[in-house]
């Protein structure tokens, strides 16, 4: 079993930043894909970004190129988000996920673990 705890949400002005992080339990991250997936009022979950268990492979989704960072310490089995340039249309719930498998992924069904989601909130 895997537990995934999400940090970092908060509100922020457009053009700000914010960094979240999501710590995982278990002793077999290192082994697992991740990535993370947002949702705002009314709308689907939708996938924001993905790292391959190395690190080596990663995706974005177009929204968010150029602005937001995915990135991984397998050490302290935590994955993170780096989210720069700030838009209101970034306000949602961010969820990280997990898979059981080290190749990412950017379908959500494909994800076997997820948090709690944490509120991230850009203010115009």
């Known amino acids: 079993q895997v537990q995934l705890v999400e940090s970092g949400g908060g509100l922020v002005q457009a053009g700000g930043s914010l960094r979240l992080s999501c710590a995982a339990s278990?002793?077999?991250?290192?082994?697992?894909?991740m990535g993370w997936f947002r949702q705002a009022p009314g709308k689907e979950r939708e996938f924001v970004a993905a790292?391959?268990?190395?690190?080596?492979?990663?995706d974005y989704a177009d929204s968010v190129k150029g602005r937001f960072t995915i990135s991984r310490d397998n050490a302290k089995n935590t994955v993170y988000l780096q989210m720069d340039s700030l838009k209101p249309e970034d306000t949602a719930v961010y969820y990280c996920?997990?898979?059981?498998?080290?190749?990412?992924?950017?379908?959500?069904?494909?994800?076997?673990?997820w948090g709690q989601g944490t509120q991230v909130t850009v203010s115009s």
């Open positions: 790292i391959s268990w190395s690190g080596t492979s990663i």
């Open positions: 996920a997990a898979r059981t498998r080290p190749t990412m992924s950017t379908l959500a069904y494909e994800y076997d673990y």
């Open positions: 278990g002793s077999t991250f290192s082994r697992r894909a």
